[in-house]
C-alpha cells in the first residue's frame, strides 16, 4: 500500500469520527468507547500495513 493511500485512509476515518463526534447526538461514554476503539483499530492497521504485526495473522481464537 502506497505512503499516499495511507494519508487518504488515515484522513477519511479522521472526517469520520469527527462527523459522528459533531453531528450524532450520543452519551459521553459512548462517544469515548467509540474513539477509543477507532483509535486502536486504525493503528493495529498501521502496524500490520508497516509490517509491524507481522504475528497478528498467525493468532487463532478458541470458542
Known amino acids: 500500500m ?3 493511500n495511507v494519508i487518504i485512509v488515515l484522513m477519511v476515518v479522521g472526517v469520520l ?7 450524532l447526538p ?3 461514554t459512548i462517544k469515548s468507547i467509540l474513539n477509543a476503539v477507532v483509535v486502536i483499530a ?6 500490520r500495513i508497516f509490517g509491524l ?3 497478528l495473522s498467525s493468532v ?3 470458542k
Do not use: K, P, S
Open 42 to 47: 486504525v493503528v493495529l492497521w498501521l502496524l
Open 2 to 4: 502506497d505512503l499516499i
Open 17 to 23: 469520527l469527527w462527523l459522528v463526534n459533531t453531528y
Open 60 to 62: 487463532l481464537v478458541h
Open 53 to 55: 504485526l507481522d504475528t
Open 26 to 28: 450520543m452519551q459521553g
